[in-house]
Structures are given as C-alpha cells and as structure tokens.
C-alpha cells in the first residue's frame, strides 16, 4: 500500500494515455445529443489537477471543453497541443476567469487554481449561474469555507470539491465496515501523510516573473511580493500565502475520510506541535513535521506528516486507521486490510483498490449538475467545507501557540490569537466576498 502525489500528477495527467484522438463512434454519439444534454464547461487554471479533472470529464458523453483560462499562456499553449492530439473542438482561451464566467454558453467551470483563489472563484462562478468543481481543500481559511458554503445555498449551484477518493469503491467499502460496528469501540483514529519524495525547496533570490505570466493576477488576494520561482505552480502548497502546506495538501484527504468513518463534526480541542525539523533552512514555511491531536466527544483524532521519510505508520506513506476494542482497520489509496486483537475478531485481507476513482468523481459531479441534485454529490461543499475547516484548525493550533479550543456554535475559538488566523486577509485591492 504505497503511494505518492507525485505519482498521482503523474498519472492523472495521462488519462488518455494510448489515445491520441477521440474514437469516432464517441464523437458521432455526442454530435447526436440535443444541446441540452451537452455541458459546456470551462477549466480556470490548468496546470496540474485543473488539467487532470479535464480529462476525466471529457470522457463522459455530452462533456465539452468551451474554455481554458490560465494566467500563463505556457500552460495554454500546452493545453491546447493536448486538445488537438484529441482532434477536439479549439476551446476559446483567456487569462481573465471572469470574462469566462460572463459566457452564457459556460454550464459550468473547474477551478484547479492555487488554494487562495478558490474561495473568490467559487463564490463569482455561483453568482454567475454556474456549476463548480473546485479542487481541495474549498478554502484557504475558516472563514472562505464558510463563505463557500453559502454561496452554494443561496445561489442554488452543484459545488463539488475534488476529493475524488470519496468515490472511491475500496474507500466506501473501508468506511462501510467502520460503521458495522465490528471494530468495537473506536477511540483513536490515526491519519497521516509521509512524503519520502520530498526534498527541501531550494532558497533562490527573488526575480522577473516570465513574460508569458500576469503574475498580478496570480497573486490576487495574496500579499504582493517580488516573483520568486519557489511559490509559483507545484511549490505554492508550501507557503501561508497560497496554501496550509501537507496538512492542507494531504491531510484533506486522510483526514476526510477519518470524519467520515466517525461521523464526526468538529472537534472541541486541538493541539499541535512541530516545525521545520527536516529541513530547517530550506525556502518552505509551513511544516514539514507536524502532530495534530483533535478532541471529539467519543474519540481522539491524530494526524501525523513527515517530508523526506516514507515509513509511517503501518509501514505505510499515506493513511487512516480505525484503531477499535476489536481490531484496527487501515485504509489507504492502494486498498484496506483489518488487524486483529488477538482473537477478538477474524483478519480481514487486504481489498484493494478497484475502480478509476477520479473518473467516478467526475461522472458523479456531471449526474447531480444535469438532475440538478447537490444531495447527490459524493463531496458536496458542506462536507468538503467541514473537512478543509478542521485541517485549518491543526494549523492555526500549530501557529498560534499549540493549543486552542473551538466553540461550534458561535464558530470561533476561546483563543484570541487562534481566532485571528480564522479570516483570510485580502490584500491589492480585492475583498472577501459577501454573500
């Protein structure tokens, strides 16, 4: 059971790996439909998993492709190199997202931008009347999550976040037998995240954005700085400005499905301790060593991440453990196997992993946007929003001092320095959205 996200951005860039064109059968069935059963969506930002979920969703009949929108036009001029190799229809191509969100023609866009976009790229696409499938984690704060969540409701939009493993079979099956209730009680669950692959983010001194980069745009809401190569594209993860680092990265996932199989809501205390321990004097900020204990009423949640080391727990990168009375039950990407307490309960084998989650998620989000059913979707945004908003809190724990506690129902900490980190703050003009 291992794997990498660097083997994922592999993989999935390559879902029509083998095919250089789109079978004529295909084509002549999707000519045969009637305008209202197509779905015309545009992609804003298109480099890694933006480009990834376009892929997947041009697989399902009725899909086309109408617009790419990237604030490098490298990344454009790519993109529409690997739609010719479809032999598809040229998209119409922008740096602006909003000039794509006033086309009547657009049903629906997928936001693959970095994290501290998403929330004013969500919000403005579901004011706009369109459908959205917007990568994880929905929010790069408490409060953009929030704010996702009502945009959604009020404006009557089908968000779905890309947290694909949610339709995953292996994955639904795992979280099927954690609420049989085999396992016993349950009263430590344990997610993690070991990135062996990753090495430290070289210091470079500042520079020249490329001319082929509106790097203002880029910046958005962000605080304005020189361009450095280190916070642009795949590095951006690792910086407050843009991004939460692993526990936002992965911890999305892992942590997602942890809630899941508890059942849970948000927690009522975090601790977290950690630092830059592998790497102390690389370009990074956030963490590359980092423990989360979250206090549920019935349970203890803990998250572990390690950049440069491979063997967590279980022997395994990347997890979640269902730790019971009974036995434990580990899941990860590749599959799922239950440990035994002694005799209290039978092993169960590994089941592995045994569908194209991604191409599932994808289908599931094209289904709810045409029924127009958002109680369909397999990560809506309130579920999706919930899960982004307590990896949040393991940073801010992380941040503000190592331990705050959460009260619920006014949505805040007890903790005057941890409550400060619950808002994103908007810089170069733009503001947080209100709904």
């Known amino acids: 059971m291992t794997s990498s996200r660097r083997h994922f951005l592999r993989t999935g860039s390559t879902l029509f790996a083998g095919a250089t064109f789109m079978p004529e059968h295909l084509q002549a069935a999707i000519k045969r439909m009637a305008p209202s059963d197509r779905l015309r969506i545009g992609v804003i930002g298109a480099n890694g998993m933006g480009w990834s979920n376009i892929n997947a969703l041009l697989k399902?009949?009725?899909?086309?492709?109408?617009?790419?929108?990237?604030?490098?036009?490298?990344?454009?001029?790519?993109?529409?190199?690997?739609?010719?190799?479809?032999?598809?229809?040229?998209?119409?191509?922008?740096?602006?997202?909003?000039?794509?969100?006033?086309?009547?023609?657009?049903?629906?866009?997928?936001?693959?931008?970095?994290?501290?976009?998403?929330?004013?790229?969500?919000?403005?696409?579901?004011?706009?009347?369109?459908?959205?499938?917007?990568?994880?984690?929905?929010?790069?704060?408490?409060?953009?999550?929030?704010?996702?969540?009502?945009?959604?409701?009020?404006?009557?939009?089908?968000?779905?976040?890309?947290?694909?493993?949610?339709?995953?079979?292996?994955?639904?099956?795992?979280?099927?037998?954690?609420?049989?209730?085999?396992?016993?009680n349950i009263r430590t669950v344990k997610s993690w995240a070991y990135m062996g692959w990753m090495k430290p983010v070289p210091i470079v001194a500042d520079g020249t954005a490329p001319a082929e980069v509106d790097y203002k745009t880029w910046l958005g809401p962000a605080t304005a700085r020189s361009f450095n190569q280190n916070r642009f594209h795949f590095n951006f993860r690792w910086f407050w400005d843009y991004a939460g680092g692993l526990m936002t990265d992965w911890g999305v996932h892992m942590i997602d499905y942890a809630l899941l199989g508890m059942k849970a809501g948000f927690p009522t205390e975090v601790m977290a301790s950690g630092g830059k321990m592998a790497y102390p004097d690389d370009a990074a900020e956030t963490p590359d060593t980092l423990n989360a204990v979250y206090r549920f009423p019935n349970f203890s949640m803990v998250w572990e991440q390690a950049t440069g080391i491979d063997l967590g727990p279980y022997r395994l990168t990347h997890g979640t453990a269902f730790i019971g009375n009974n036995g434990t039950l580990v899941l990860n990407r590749d599959g799922w196997e239950v440990i035994p307490e002694k005799d209290k309960m039978e092993a169960v084998p590994m089941q592995k992993q045994a569908n194209n989650a991604l191409q599932q998620h994808v289908q599931n989000f094209v289904e709810a946007v045409k029924s127009r059913k958002p109680d369909m979707l397999a990560a809506p945004i309130e579920a999706a929003s919930l899960t982004a908003q307590v990896c949040q809190l393991g940073n801010i724990a992380f941040r503000s001092g190592g331990r705050l506690h959460w009260d619920a129902s006014r949505g805040q900490c007890t903790e005057k320095t941890a409550n400060e980190l619950l808002t994103a703050h908007y810089h170069n003009g733009y503001a947080l959205p209100k709904v």
């Open 60 to 184: 399902v009949p009725g899909v086309e492709l109408a617009t790419i929108c990237d604030v490098d036009s490298r990344v454009i001029d790519r993109r529409l190199g690997d739609v010719a190799k479809l032999n598809l229809p040229k998209p119409a191509t922008m740096g602006d997202y909003r000039k794509m969100l006033d086309m009547k023609d657009i049903d629906a866009v997928v936001i693959g931008t970095p994290d501290h976009w998403h929330c004013l790229q969500t919000v403005h696409a579901c004011q706009a009347a369109k459908d959205v499938y917007v990568e994880k984690p929905v929010g790069n704060s408490v409060a953009e999550c929030r704010i996702m969540e009502a945009a959604a409701r009020r404006y009557d939009r089908v968000v779905q976040s890309g947290q694909w493993q949610r339709s995953s079979k292996h994955f639904q099956d795992a979280v099927a037998f954690v609420h049989s209730g085999k396992l016993g």
